[in-house]
């Protein structure tokens, strides 16, 4: 099964519509979609660390999951000099209020290009050589204890940057920014999700 953990409606949006989710009514503490046809569940966080690493415990909880599912953390990030709407995948996401750090590991062959992230307290628009962002942290901290690093990772799709700071960004344009890298994104999912297969 596929988990995508994301913090907003907005960044949730195409993912939804792409595999055609649905409201899970027995949640009550998180939004939750699923599709049991596709094996997919969705799971809004809202934001920050601490909501990331609930929710993804919470979708833990209630959906149906193995040890080998796939977990991937979807959403927004800024980044100095990057141009936006571009995508990568983090291969070192560090916690910038304890410094601690994880290494999420790709042994796929994919397109997606890799770089640093770091998971923020507050939002910043003092950019860096690393993605900020500010839930990735929290994800990875509570997936890594129900999949491996192979099956666990976090996909940002770069929103904001050095001329175009945090503030400008919209619902409108989060959506937009997913949709356009969408067939990517499910592209991955599919390929995590056969290696997950040759695991188990």
Not at 2 to 9: D, G, R, S, T, V
């Amino acid at each position: 099964m596929i988990h995508f953990i994301c913090a907003l409606k907005c960044e949730a949006s195409p993912i939804i519509e792409y595999y055609r989710l649905s409201r899970v009514k027995r949640a009550v503490l998180f939004s939750v979609y699923s599709n049991s046809s596709h094996n997919i569940s969705l799971t809004i966080t809202g934001i920050g660390k601490l909501a990331a690493a609930a929710a993804t415990t919470y979708s833990y909880s209630i959906m149906d999951c193995s040890p080998g599912d796939v977990w991937l953390n979807l959403g927004m990030a800024g980044h100095r000099s990057h141009a936006i709407g571009d995508i990568y995948l983090a291969d070192r996401i560090e916690d910038a209020g304890n410094t601690l750090v994880w290494y999420p590991q790709l042994t796929i062959e994919s397109d997606i290009p890799r770089a640093g992230l770091l998971s923020l307290d507050r939002p910043s628009t003092d950019y860096g050589n690393v993605m900020y962002d500010m839930e990735a942290a929290g994800f990875i901290a509570s997936a890594c204890h129900f999949t491996t690093a192979e099956l666990s990772h976090s996909i940002k799709i770069i929103s904001d940057n050095q001329e175009t700071p945090a503030g400008k960004i919209t619902a409108r344009k989060a959506t937009d920014l997913v949709a356009s890298k969408k067939e990517k994104i499910i592209t991955l999912a599919s390929q995590l999700e056969d290696l997950s297969r040759e695991l188990k």
